[in-house]
């Protein structure tokens, strides 16, 4: 089976534009997260989604936005970008929500590398 | 006080080394303890996922938990060149609204000298 996929690998962007990353989940996977990772850090819990509906947003600014479609796969949107939004965006997907037990698990896609000059 | 606190390394050992990377946390209500193997360039991936507190063991790999201490293991038995990575910890709870909180460490970056 597939793992999870992103595209594109990489994005060059300007200040001021806006961008769109996009993601697969793994085949039968319902839930669909997204992460924010620069460089030296640990990823930051962005949104998660769960049967297309938002369930979960960490602390970014409203110039960010997700959706998620009938097929489960999942966009993230980000608006009037900044310098300090380049990073390294990760999708996660997972079987469940809130079971709590290991359907809960998440599995990361390789990631999409946002560059913002 | 950050909710994860990862010892940021590096950490350099030789081939055949145990090595030791560890995690402290605040959140008293974490559930899940997960621990994922990230090289460069590339998405994290999982290597363990423990719940209650004791020893998890998978190959090479131990897990270890103590939930009083509020403190978090990874052993590598045999450590090789390909173990080369950084590894990050990363603690779950279930939020208010039924969605899952993941909250990841800084991650310790890892090299094993043949």
């Known amino acids: 089976d597939a793992g999870v996929t992103q595209s594109p690998t990489h994005l060059i962007k300007t200040r001021g534009q806006q961008v769109t990353l996009r993601c697969s989940p793994i085949s039968g996977h319902k839930s669909v997260s997204w992460y924010q990772q620069v460089l030296g850090q640990g990823p930051q819990f962005i949104f998660q989604?769960?049967?297309?509906?938002?369930?979960g947003r960490g602390n970014f600014p409203d110039r960010f936005s997700a959706r998620q479609f009938p097929n489960y796969s999942s966009e993230l949107n980000v608006n009037a970008l900044l310098l300090g939004d380049s990073a390294l965006y990760l999708c996660a997907s997972s079987s469940f929500l809130g079971e709590g037990g290991s359907g809960d698990t998440q599995y990361f896609g390789p990631g999409t590398r946002l560059t913002v000059l | 006080q950050k909710e994860v606190e990862q010892d940021p390394g590096p950490l350099s050992v030789p081939e055949g080394a145990i090595v030791s990377l560890n995690c402290t946390y605040s959140n008293s209500a974490f559930q899940y303890f997960m621990w994922y193997r990230q090289y460069s360039r590339k998405g994290p991936e999982l290597l363990m996922y423990t719940y209650s507190s004791g020893n998890k063991e998978d190959g090479r790999f131990t897990a270890q938990v103590d939930k009083s201490s509020k403190y978090i293991s990874l052993f590598i038995r045999d450590s090789q060149p390909s173990d080369s990575a950084t590894y990050l910890c990363?603690?779950?709870?279930?939020?208010?609204?039924?969605?899952?909180?993941?909250?990841f460490g800084t991650g310790t970056k890892l090299q094993v000298i043949p």
């Open positions: 989604y769960y049967e297309k509906e938002e369930r």
């Open positions: 990363a603690m779950r709870v279930m939020n208010s609204g039924g969605y899952q909180k993941v909250t």
